[in-house]
């Protein structure tokens, strides 16, 4: 029915009192997958080193009886190092604003300083999938995962190892092949590789769209189908469309969808095969609030900052998938 005349309504009203609620829904997630596997350390110096060694390779041992001995050469270990990364994050809230009352106190300083902390961490994360090489210098950057794996690596075509130099002492980033699409193919590929360098896979992270991927290799005619049991009266039963694990002729891996792995094509056409033994990150100073800065004016400063690098034990323990389709079928 139609409105009667002067029927006053809310769009013509003064002084209505506005409802603002006081939660504040916050969906960045907060998850770290790699950083939060890996051991956590300390380094004294922003450029951290560290040897490794290994065995020769096996072969035939046959002396003549009555022989004279003859001595080999020994091969000194292989000196690494990585970098230091500073990292920051910080804000500037006027002294007004601190004290003004707000609808779920996000704007004040508490509330960014613990967000501004799960920031960091997250870029922590970010380094650690990201391409970059490493950078010496005053504004130092850690090589990321992806430069230093050579030893275990499926790459698309056209794409190449480069790994650490020990002439500079700096990672260099692999040269990027043509995308294709993750296979159980590609996934045996590299934990054989894996296997043969002594190497113990247990997990592997992917990004979200590849983790999708890796679910219907449950239809691969080579592996097992699921075998589950249907509750009773047939009532609430379950569709099973994942799988978390993949045992395979050389080990089992816990596959990682990783939310860090979806910021960007170049992150996301990895995947990373992680001995956690073999990676740890090391902190010159830890994430911290800096309660030295000074105050100039009539607001309130603030910065978290943290200084770290990641320390890659040895690369053949670690592996990588490169050139993935990462976030669609076809990117």
């Known amino acids: 029915m139609a409105v009667l005349t002067n029927t006053f309504q809310t769009t013509q009203a003064v002084g209505n009192r506005e409802e603002l609620s006081d939660v504040v829904s916050r969906i960045t997630p907060e998850d770290t997958p790699i950083y939060s596997l890996i051991e956590k350390g300390k380094c004294t110096t922003y450029h951290p080193e560290w040897e490794t060694d290994e065995l020769a390779a096996p072969g035939a041992n046959i002396r003549e009886e009555g022989e004279e001995y003859a001595f080999g050469a020994i091969t000194p270990p292989t000196r690494l190092g990585n970098y230091t990364q500073i990292m920051r994050k910080d804000w500037i809230i006027s002294a007004t604003q601190e004290v003004t009352a707000e609808a779920g106190n996000v704007q004040k300083r508490k509330y960014q300083k613990l967000k501004k902390g799960v920031e960091i961490r997250k870029d922590v994360e970010f380094a650690i999938i990201d391409t970059n090489a490493t950078v010496a210098g005053s504004t130092r950057e850690f090589g990321s995962l992806s430069t230093w794996i050579v030893s275990n690596a499926s790459r698309g075509a056209g794409g190449a190892n480069d790994g650490f130099n020990i002439g500079t002492g700096l990672t260099v980033a692999p040269t990027d092949g043509t995308q294709r699409a ?146 669609s079928s076809a990117s």
């Open 182 to 327: 993750f296979t159980k193919a590609i996934l045996d590929s590299v934990m054989q590789q894996g296997y043969q360098n002594g190497a113990n896979f247990r997990h592997v992270s992917v990004s979200p769209y590849v983790k999708s991927v890796f679910v219907t290799f449950m239809s691969d005619s080579n592996v097992a189908p699921f075998r589950y049991a249907v509750s009773q009266g047939g009532e609430r039963n379950t569709i099973v469309a994942t799988a978390d694990y993949y045992e395979g002729p050389f080990g089992t891996v816990m596959i990682h969808p990783n939310r860090v792995q979806a910021v960007n094509g170049a992150v996301a056409r990895n995947a990373f095969f992680i001995d956690t033994d073999m990676l740890s990150f090391l902190w010159l100073r830890q994430i911290q609030e800096d309660r030295d800065v000074a105050k100039t004016g009539d607001a309130d400063k603030g910065v978290i900052i943290g200084e770290g690098t990641l320390k890659v034990h040895n690369e053949r323990g670690l592996g990588v998938a490169a050139d993935l389709f990462g976030l």
